[in-house]
RNA sequence: GCCGAAGUGGCGGAAUUGGUAGACGCGCACGACUCAAAAUCGUGUUCCUUCGGGAGUGUGGGUUCGAUUCCCACCUUCGGUACCA
């Protein structure tokens, strides 16, 4: 028999599967985590970033957010809250298609499976979820109303004088009366201007797509990856080197026409509000960057011969006279016209190359400048200089004009450009920090030369002034430029939201709120059709009122997601998304935790959808999500063997030096400390049947290494394993012992058993030697009540800080000491109990039974902290001299500073250590040190 | 490249506001109990040392009576990424 197991039935005083059992059926039975709104209680929301259902279950990594949001939930509710802490499944999504692609199960079947699979893998673990509260992204009664929020994104359009979404409808009534030449919105940048005549003269069609441009969701042309092979867009991450990482073919950019959400209406507010929540600033300085707000000036530049003109913009006008070429991007629409019948070929070439990078390949390989000439010139506003117009990838066509100007003495990636292509390069500011090829450059130092009129000014009076001129020559104008795109809403897949759209002569058509859910057809297979329409295309009858077409992209992930917080306050509404009662009293999300891999995806659409829905009045706030935390991932510490070359004799670690061995990766689970179970290994795979091994000392030893925790790395733990052999409190009072919430660390099973020790400690407090629950009734005296009231304190302290590490040691402090004093007392075990309850669940309950009530320990009340026990009337002072310590004084605290320095000179460590000099000076910190300075 | 985070014993980590570096736990060693083992309990455990001490929180500088903590430069690892003009 395996020693772990020998080593658990002999467990017997503390049992834990009963009692972890007997605990999760009360707890259902007794609907203890119902949640109901009551109004006299303030209220708490803590939101877990709901997981995707995947097919391998949950690891022992998914749970560690999970737990520490149950600690708090817990922890306010016996502290007095009302508490919203939900779970659900965010259940669209790409492994489930791809599956079904693979296998031809429905995604909605194997999904569900999954999603069992991972409710009782939740149960198990002991959280204080309300499961009458799960939502499902991909239930038909909560994507109606993923459909019925972009039906209102739809109708909307976002009116800048107000700086809020309006309905469509008073844009209409603006067109019909005035036209639009004094609107401001957010809208497609070729929106042509019109009267109210014109619109009124529309066909309805010209009428559609005019308000097109203006809705805040739209139609819009993009670029995408495109893989004709596999008959769809492809994801940036999904391509490598211009081939699908999938099956390697090849892949184009392509323009295709696709939803979008207009979220850079919002790019001001979602920016100003990240001021009034509580996240890191890490956090929010990433979403800063992604927004990336940048005051600027646009420059028209004529092209010589031409009619045409480029317009750029830049944040740097001052460095107008510096530039020596001008750079397109290459997929820019401008490109052919400003080809020269001379250099097409050397043109067509380049594009050829360069429009089938992503852009994530080209950003990572910054050192490879490559360019071609486009034969034309532009004419320097204001030098009158011709100036050369080259294509360049470095430039983006998304961001600003898809044009930039090329100032290679101030900006680095142009300089790269101009030196590779021996553009000349003009100096136009002078001074420390210049020079462009030195690395202390700083591109904002010094003064302006070769700048005419500027001349002798610092950079950000220059740029004040060129703006000025640009203005005043009519060129130009200042501008705010948001690094923020639009975020493209379709995607060519099936297991999505279908969109509430049809279309009549091209016009998309909303369906009527009342016909909503449009519900994901059936089709024969998930792929796209011959012609490349998206699997939706297969669906027979897949139309309006069988005549009209539906769209046949579905919806992208970040959807469903965007919104889901509000959904568990009313879950099951059937005529609103949330009751106004219910959002008014849960208002949002008090503590959400969740991976920071979100931080500018899933953490960015929320905001905006959130923002959205507060203009249109279904809401009362504006933020979703108050204060968060990115709790970090649990790595897997992988074990290997090593196997000599070419043979099947495997030689234990430290011996693998003397031999050619190549490295393994064997399953953590037949692994014990590093000591490898060699039957099982044996059986583990049919390839080592035969192996023959080395040993040291009798055993094969394995190598570690921390790696990603995968299943191809062989080093998954599944927690209902260590459920199993150690109990569901064991594994949430370990996850948390393990570290810092918010950092990466690597998961090592056999640490384990410090906390399991703890656990079977703490139960001993309670029990006599034989098992039986016994406790005093005794009065604590002192030093009990010390112990109590600081761990208390403590234990108040970490989770306002969120640190549930130190918590759980400083409860192995409080044990440690009242299992020496064998304190068995009720004034002392009662409010212990209580406060670990958050943490071990299950054990804490019994003993909370044992103690003789008969009500759930989650109706208890926190335990109050009381200063007095344990006040001090004395401290030890580490006395150091120089800095360094050397010895220790205990002075009462209210001892006057003279007498404490007597003494502290007359210490005999400190004379020896004076050698006779005098101390230059005695530092005395209260309660904190003393340093003698010699 | 850019943005963000992190580097402390054999290992996970602690030190909350510039004040005793290594709490707590794992591992290891020794001891008690035991016929024996497991469990349990106890002691020790950063490194070097001539046993006086000395060094030490990724590296090199700096500020300070005092730095894991603050400043500057660099190195390494991890996460994100849309070359943002």
Redesign the pocket.
Known sequence: MH?LT??YL??A?YNFKEIERKWQSYWDANQTYKTRIDHSKPKYYVLDMFPYPSGAGLHVGHPLGYIASDIVSRFKRLNGCNVLHPMGFDAFGLPAEQYAIQTGQHPAKTTDQNISRYKEQLLNIGFSYDWDTEVQTCAPDYYKWTQWIFLQLFESWYNQKEDRAESIETLIRILASDGNKNIKAACDEDTPLITAEDWNGYSEQEKAFLLLKYRLTYLAETTVNWCPALGTVLA??EVRDGLSVRGGHPVERKKMKQWSMRITAYADRLLEGLNRIDW????K??Q???I?K?F?CSVTFDVLDSDLKMT?????ADTIFGVTFM?I?PEHEMVDQLTTPDQKNAVRDYIETAKN??????????????GVFTGSYVIHPFSQDKIPIWI??????????????G?PSS????YAFASHFKIPIIPVQEGAHTDITN?DFDPKAGTMINSDFMNGLPVTEAIELATKRVEEKGIGEAQI?????D?VFGRQRYWGEPFPIYYVNEIPIPLPEDELPLILPEVDAYLPTETGDPPLGRASEWKYNEKYPYELSTMPGWAGSSWYLFRYMDPKNEKEFVSKEAQEYWQNVDLYIG???H???HL?YSRFWTKFLYDRGFLSVDEPFKKLINQ??I?GRSNFVYRIKGTDQFVSYNLKDDHDVQALHVDVNIVD?DILDIEAFKNWSPDFKNATFILEDGKYICGNE?E?MSKSLYNVVNPDVIIENYGADTLRLYEM????L?????W?T?????????L??FW?LFHDKNNQFNISEEKANDQELKILHKTIK?AI??V??Y?F??S???F??CV?EL??LKCNKREILEPLNIIISPYAPHITEELWSLMGYKDSIMNASYPEYNEMYIQEDS??Y?V?I?????T?IDFNLDIPREEMERRILASE?VQ?WLSGKEP??I?I?PR????V?V
Request: proline residues 3%; positive net charge; charged residues 30%.
């Open positions: 020693a020998l080593y002999k467990m005083d940036n991450d890191t600033e890490a956090l300085e990433m800063r960057n992604w990336g940048s600027g750029v913009f830049t944040t740097r750079t991007a990078r992503s852009e994530r390949e080209r950003m990572s390989d910054v050192k490879t400048v490559s360049a990838d470095y430039v983006l066509a998304a961001y600003g004009t898809g044009m930039v100007m100032v900006d680095t990636r142009d690395p430029n948001f690094r923020l795109r975020a991976g920071s891999e931080a500018t995806g960015m970090g991932m790595q400390n921390v990603k012992f393990l570290g810092p918010e950092q990466s660390k690597p090592n056999h640490g384990i058993d410090g906390v399991s020790k703890f079977r400690k001993r403590k302290e970490d306002d800080r640190s590490n130190t759980v040691s400083n192995m402090i440690n299992s020496s401290f030890e580490p150091s120089n800095g360094k310590l050397r220790r460590v020896k230059k000076k530092i910190v904190k040190i003393i340093n300075v």
